[in-house]
């Protein structure tokens, strides 16, 4: 992937990307079946990891719809339990290609309940972030213990989670419980420190140094990759925002 400068590009631009995204894939597993239905939250945990990006997405859609006092948030996300991540995702993949053993994080998973669900279903579902979006599984995830999905879904998705990041560079990226505590426009949680803070448990988003896509689940991701480079966002096809300088 030709690197990128994405100074010049205006936060509208980013969301319009990014909802180019959430379309396209949308539409490109419509055929596929899935077994999440509203009501299955057993996935809807306080492990969620995004970029600035999607975490100011998701404070506009609470502004916009008073979904939850701003004072209740804050409560929240001061009681809650994440998961750290250890790297980004690009950071992960930037290890594995320069063959280096990426850091692994050294909590466990949290599965505490998501702070936006309500009776099992999620009160930010049309802002909700792309990790989100692509959890998936092809069998209830409850009798299994584990979601099932083909590897061509996991690659795409990691593909995806690397664009995001990239179009987010610069910006902070970890735990969405950790993010939403240090972006503008919400009150100051107790805790919260940006990137580079001696008390930060957040990332700085970086540049994709290039997809990992076993050969495998190659023809499946860049069917996807082309249908999303050619659609036409904001004046430009996706591949030409993608490859600015």
Avoid at 125 to 146: D, H, K, L, N
Avoid at 191 to 203: D, E, N, T, V, W
């Amino acid at each position: 992937m030709k690197k990128t400068t994405w100074r010049n590009m205006t936060e509208s631009v980013k969301r319009k990307l990014l909802a180019s995204i959430y379309e396209t894939y949308e539409t490109f597993w419509a055929d596929t079946f899935f077994a999440c239905r509203k009501g299955c939250a057993l996935c809807c945990t306080q492990s969620v990891t995004l970029t600035a990006l999607e975490g100011n997405n998701i404070l506009e859609y609470l502004a916009e719809y008073d979904v939850i006092r701003e004072d209740d948030l804050a409560g929240r996300l001061e009681a809650a339990t994440p998961s750290l991540p250890a790297c980004t995702t690009n950071q992960f993949a930037g290890s594995f290609l320069d063959g280096k053993v990426p850091e692994t994080g050294a909590e466990e998973w949290s599965l505490a309940p998501c702070i936006f669900l309500a009776g099992d279903c999620c009160t930010i579902y049309p802002a909700r972030p792309f990790a989100c979006r692509c959890f998936v599984s092809t069998a209830p995830c409850g009798p299994a213990g584990a979601a099932l999905l083909p590897t061509a879904v996991i690659s795409l998705n990691t593909a995806l989670m690397q664009i995001i990041e990239h179009l987010d560079q610069g910006g902070c990226w970890g735990n969405m419980i950790e993010v939403l505590k240090v972006l503008p426009g919400l009150k100051s949680a107790e805790g919260g420190a940006g990137p580079g803070h001696k008390k930060s448990r957040l990332y700085i988003s970086q540049e994709n140094p290039g997809f990992l896509i076993p050969p495998e689940d190659e023809a499946a991701v860049v069917k996807y990759l082309n249908t999303l480079y050619m659609k036409e966002t904001a004046g430009r096809t996706f591949a030409e925002w993608l490859h600015e300088t």
